[in-house]
């Protein structure tokens, strides 16, 4: 998130309530849009890190 947030200059998910909503969203994998000016090794080391984790793993 903090590699979207340098590239954009915008905080992750601004224009939604930050609540359990959110989280489980998160969790099920949705990302903020990787915009089409981001260098695309930038957007590919980027997805990288945000790899899926499962909810079990966190259990």
């Known amino acids: 998130m903090i590699m979207w947030e340098l590239t954009t200059g915008c905080k992750p998910f601004d224009n939604v309530k930050h609540d359990h909503h959110l989280i489980y969203k998160i969790l099920d994998g ?3 849009k990787i915009t089409e ?3 695309e090794c930038y957007a590919k ?3 990288s890190c945000w ?3 499962q909810k079990t793993d966190l259990l």
């Open 30 to 32: 949705e990302r903020p």
């Open 37 to 39: 000016d981001t260098p």
């Open 45 to 47: 080391l980027m997805k």
């Open 51 to 53: 790899m899926l984790i």
